[in-house]
């Protein structure tokens, strides 16, 4: 019996189309996917919804918080097996994240995208669509969180990110790899994920800055993120988790007014950890009052610091939610 998946355009190159004349690629007067996803019938009861068709870079954490509602909502009303959200790529892995952290069922939501538009020689948007498709159908997907599908690969939401500017194989999990892959015989999974984390939400309204650390920096970003009554920092610090010396002082007058500063790695791979004792090293800012995230890189840790500001302010429980 064919499962009921749930569709979801949302614009991004997948949905565009190139001006062969400029060369510029952009929204056309009609997305292409909507046309192509009817013609996959054959792979599923499809229902196909196009709530908005916005390029990636113009994604909100609104946006995020709608497709969340969405999905629930639909989940209720329509018995759903599972969902598929086309997406542009260059926040596909925030919106991945956030659906992750906020969506408590074990239905399968996969995340898909492209790297060339719908008329360009080599386009993987169609072919990227239907592998997320037989994910999504899957009964192998079940119980492991968001997933993010694009040029045969099955990665988590937690440890994808974008690795090149335009390659067809950007998608990757530094450290981590795939955990499934996508074959002409069937979906094959080979890792599963070892937590789930959820976390109820219903609206974001706080506010996290993300700002990346580099030799001879001082404190005055930190001090106007202050002054800007930020609600919160995430900062891409050096190695494992090291800061110049001239930035302490903005450390503390954020820790001094409560405002949660998140630290993890500008390095892709590894962790942070307080390891190092001299001024600005690792082990002083965690003395000092900063949290130190397991993992994440920084787009993620400031989506995670977002929903966990939605509902607490509590410096000690962030951390504790920040060390699972």
């Known amino acids: 019996m064919k499962k009921n998946i749930l569709v979801i355009h949302t614009g991004g190159t997948i949905s565009m189309f190139e001006d062969h004349e400029t060369g510029a690629v952009k929204p056309g007067e009609e997305n292409p996917l909507t046309s192509q996803t009817s013609t996959l019938s054959d792979l599923a009861n499809l229902i196909i919804k196009e709530p908005f068709n916005l390029p990636s870079p113009h994604i909100t954490t609104n946006e995020m918080l709608f497709l969340k509602d969405m999905i629930m909502e639909e989940y209720q009303n329509n018995q759903i097996d599972g969902v598929v959200i086309t997406h542009g790529t260059d926040t596909l892995e925030e919106t991945a994240y956030f659906l992750d952290l906020t969506i408590p069922h074990d239905f399968p939501i996969v995340v898909t995208g492209a790297m060339r538009s719908s008329n360009e020689i080599g386009s ?32 988590t939401a937690k440890n994808v990110t974008k690795t090149h500017t335009s390659n067809v194989s950007t998608f990757q999990s530094p450290q981590y790899g795939p955990i499934g892959i996508v074959a002409k015989q069937g979906i094959i999974f080979h890792h599963q994920p070892t937590d789930r984390e959820f976390y109820s939400i219903n609206n974001i309204s706080k506010k996290v800055a993300l700002i990346k650390a580099h030799a001879g920096m001082d404190s005055s970003l930190l001090f106007a993120i202050k002054d800007m009554q930020y609600d919160g920092v995430v ?54 009052g900063a949290i130190f995230s397991n993992g994440l890189n920084g787009q993620k840790a400031r989506i995670k610091l977002l929903i966990t500001l939605s509902y607490t302010q509590n410096i000690k429980e962030i951390e504790e939610i920040f060390h699972h």
């Open 124 to 155: 993987d948007g169609l072919y990227n669509l239907i592998s997320s498709i037989r994910v999504a159908e899957c009964d192998g997907a079940k119980g492991k969180g968001v997933l993010v599908v694009l040029n045969d690969e099955i990665h």
């Open 235 to 288: 900062i891409e610090a050096l190695g494992q988790g090291n800061l110049p010396p001239a930035t302490v002082e903005g450390v503390q007058s954020l820790i001094d007014e409560n405002i949660p500063v998140v630290v993890v790695s500008r390095c892709f791979n590894g962790i942070v950890q307080d390891v190092y004792g001299y001024e600005g090293g690792g082990k002083r800012l965690k003395e000092m």
